[in-house]
């Protein structure tokens, strides 16, 4: 029996036949397009019916993992873990021990990013509208500004041994957006690995993450099976092209961007990455930082920091953090990578505008 597809809604999505010879399964939830890609083994063939079924159970489990994050980590559905422990501050509330570590894993971003990045910017961003233009006045600002600091959020545990969480001051808004999708990528790669799919393809707006290298391609007889995916560092002063490609086998690749959103008003030009320290847009050089790593929750962790230390500050960061590797992108075109990822990585020129 075909089976049905209904595009941009969760519960009723369904995989399908991909081009490339995949299972996919697409749809909206955490306020982006999600698109997952299920692969048959090497030496299996995708058209066999029970091959297929694995696949689409595989692609199934981690639609039902998406909805599961999005019922648990939303900052605005009023039972979410964030909500309630929202509405219970400064007491602690009983949470999922996912809500619990990715709190953990989130406040150490925050404790190595030098107060680039921070959990609590929730309370500055609520104060801009980047859809109709809002700029906060300096005194909303003055005021939010104190309420800002990882330090107001806890993670405990209950005397049932339940996991916990406090935000200690109640005008404090903490928001996990800054790395809910590196770690839910990662969650849905070991469930992928659980179902015994081991070629797969996750992207969550662009969180990308890959495993098991690319399938063969008959049609082109030049590629082989494994060989490393080929993922575009989007050209943030043009768009709708790459300025860099990235070969990876294994691993994950996240991009900050000042592109991504902004607007301007008054002749002034605001992007979305603010700095917690004055609540307005970062003074940065940089305006497109991408992290690879095998764990796509480095590469939410420390991209925003190393697009707001600026492009010299960001690459000598990124040198020092084990496991993570960095190309930037600075105000004038530049590109500039750390050493590790060299031999992977492909120029794409900026095409001249002719206006």
């Given at each position: 029996?075909?089976?049905?597809?209904?595009?941009g809604?969760?519960c009723a999505?369904a995989?399908?036949?991909g081009?490339d010879?995949?299972r996919v399964i697409s749809?909206f939830?955490?306020?982006?397009?999600?698109?997952?890609?299920?692969?048959?083994?090497?030496?299996?063939?995708?058209?066999d019916?029970?091959?297929?079924?694995?696949?689409?159970?595989?692609?199934?489990?981690?639609?039902?993992?998406?909805?599961f994050?999005e019922?648990?980590?939303?900052?605005?559905?009023e039972?979410?873990?964030?909500?309630?422990a929202h509405?219970?501050?400064?007491?602690?509330?009983a949470?999922?021990?996912e809500?619990?570590?990715?709190?953990?894993?989130a406040?150490?971003?925050c404790?190595?990013s030098?107060?680039?990045?921070?959990?609590?910017?929730?309370t500055?961003?609520?104060l801009?509208?980047?859809?109709v233009?809002v700029?906060?006045?300096?005194?909303a600002?003055s005021?939010?500004l104190?309420h800002?600091g990882?330090?107001?959020?806890h993670?405990?545990?209950?005397?049932?041994?339940?996991?916990?969480?406090a935000?200690?001051?109640?005008?404090?808004?903490?928001d996990?957006g800054?790395?809910a999708k590196?770690?839910?990528?990662?969650?849905l790669?070991?469930m992928?690995e659980?179902?015994?799919?081991?070629?797969?393809?996750?992207?969550l707006?662009g969180n990308?993450?890959v495993?098991?290298g690319?399938?063969a391609?008959p049609?082109?007889?030049?590629?082989?099976?494994g060989?490393?995916w080929?993922i575009?560092?989007?050209?943030?002063?043009?768009?709708?092209h790459?300025r860099?490609?990235?070969?990876l086998?294994?691993g994950?690749v996240?991009?900050?961007?000042?592109?991504?959103?902004?607007?301007?008003?008054?002749?002034i030009?605001y992007?979305?990455?603010?700095?917690p320290?004055t609540?307005m847009?970062?003074?940065?050089d940089v305006?497109?930082a991408?992290i690879?790593a095998?764990r796509s929750?480095?590469?939410?962790?420390?991209?925003?920091?190393?697009?707001?230390?600026?492009?010299?500050a960001?690459?000598?960061f990124?040198?020092?953090?084990p496991?993570i590797?960095?190309?930037?992108?600075?105000?004038?075109?530049q590109?500039s990578w750390?050493?590790g990822?060299?031999?992977?990585l492909?120029?794409v020129?900026?095409?001249?505008r002719?206006?």
């Amino acid at each position: 029996m075909q089976q049905t597809y209904a595009y941009g809604d969760p519960c009723a999505a369904a995989p399908v036949a991909g081009v490339d010879g995949s299972r996919v399964i697409s749809f909206f939830i955490f306020n982006t397009d999600v698109h997952m890609h299920a692969y048959a083994a090497d030496g299996e063939d995708p058209d066999d019916p029970c091959v297929v079924a694995r696949l689409d159970e595989a692609l199934d489990a981690c639609r039902e993992r998406c909805l599961f994050f999005e019922r648990t980590l939303s900052r605005t559905r009023e039972d979410s873990d964030i909500a309630r422990a929202h509405a219970a501050a400064p007491n602690p509330v009983a949470v999922a021990p996912e809500t619990a570590e990715l709190t953990r894993l989130a406040l150490t971003y925050c404790a190595h990013s030098r107060g680039a990045f921070d959990i609590t910017m929730g309370t500055v961003t609520s104060l801009w509208d980047f859809h109709v233009g809002v700029v906060p006045g300096s005194l909303a600002l003055s005021r939010a500004l104190p309420h800002v600091g990882s330090d107001h959020v806890h993670v405990g545990t209950a005397q049932d041994g339940a996991p916990t969480l406090a935000i200690d001051d109640p005008q404090t808004i903490m928001d996990l957006g800054g790395v809910a999708k590196g770690y839910i990528a990662d969650d849905l790669a070991r469930m992928f690995e659980r179902h015994g799919v081991m070629r797969f393809v996750i992207n969550l707006g662009g969180n990308v993450l890959v495993h098991g290298g690319r399938p063969a391609d008959p049609a082109r007889g030049h590629r082989r099976e494994g060989d490393p995916w080929r993922i575009g560092v989007v050209n943030p002063f043009d768009p709708a092209h790459n300025r860099a490609i990235i070969d990876l086998s294994d691993g994950s690749v996240v991009t900050s961007g000042l592109h991504e959103r902004s607007f301007t008003k008054g002749g002034i030009t605001y992007h979305h990455i603010l700095d917690p320290a004055t609540g307005m847009p970062a003074q940065t050089d940089v305006v497109s930082a991408t992290i690879v790593a095998a764990r796509s929750i480095d590469c939410d962790g420390y991209s925003t920091t190393v697009l707001m230390l600026g492009a010299e500050a960001g690459l000598a960061f990124a040198e020092r953090v084990p496991g993570i590797e960095a190309v930037i992108i600075d105000r004038d075109d530049q590109v500039s990578w750390t050493s590790g990822i060299a031999d992977a990585l492909s120029l794409v020129p900026t095409l001249p505008r002719w206006f």
